[in-house]
């Protein structure tokens, strides 16, 4: 559960940095290939979806319920597992708090050309990442990861 909140705390603490120093679409350097760039999103993650609040907020609270679950049922879990479920849920979390305080999420970390994203979303990426990773490469996945061969 340490991963969970350092994840929350972290995000939590950059988005409030960035509300209080940076105006709306304003950009820290102003030019250059990554920027810290203070934008909002109401919708998914990198923007998609976007103006579907209440439909996402649903989602979160039912996306969060989910990973609870696995994250417990997963207690003597493979380290990996944990972390991934740590990162996801920390993510998930994080950008639940700005759309239930906020209405929308708070966006910053701008690289070229891909769409301006937070440490919440960045969790969450790697969180998917880690599961993709075990799931090729481990030789024993666990059980309850495993999708039911019927015949």
């Given at each position: 559960?340490s991963?969970?909140?350092?994840?929350?705390?972290?995000?939590?603490l950059t988005k409030?940095?960035?509300?209080?120093?940076?105006?709306?679409?304003e950009?820290?350097?102003?030019?250059?290939?990554?920027?810290?760039?203070?934008?909002?999103?109401t919708?998914?993650?990198?923007?998609?979806?976007?103006?579907?609040?209440?439909?996402?907020t649903?989602?979160?609270?039912?996306?969060v319920?989910?990973l609870?679950?696995?994250?417990?049922?997963h207690?003597?879990?493979?380290?990996?597992?944990?972390?991934?479920?740590?990162?996801?849920l920390?993510?998930?979390?994080?950008?639940?708090?700005?759309?239930?305080?906020?209405?929308q999420?708070?966006?910053?970390?701008?690289?070229?050309?891909?769409?301006?994203?937070?440490?919440?979303?960045?969790?969450?990426v790697?969180?998917?990442?880690?599961?993709?990773?075990?799931f090729?490469?481990e030789?024993?996945?666990?059980?309850?990861f495993?999708?039911s061969?019927?015949?």
């Amino acid at each position: 559960m340490s991963i969970f909140f350092l994840v929350v705390a972290v995000d939590q603490l950059t988005k409030m940095l960035v509300r209080a120093n940076l105006h709306m679409h304003e950009s820290i350097p102003s030019e250059g290939m990554f920027r810290f760039t203070h934008t909002t999103n109401t919708g998914a993650i990198f923007g998609i979806f976007s103006d579907q609040t209440l439909i996402m907020t649903i989602a979160s609270f039912v996306g969060v319920g989910i990973l609870l679950y696995f994250y417990h049922s997963h207690a003597g879990s493979e380290r990996f597992v944990r972390i991934s479920l740590g990162l996801l849920l920390g993510g998930a979390v994080g950008n639940l708090v700005d759309r239930v305080l906020m209405g929308q999420v708070t966006d910053f970390i701008d690289v070229g050309a891909w769409p301006i994203f937070n440490l919440a979303d960045s969790a969450i990426v790697t969180g998917i990442i880690i599961l993709v990773v075990l799931f090729l490469f481990e030789k024993e996945i666990p059980k309850s990861f495993r999708a039911s061969s019927s015949s």
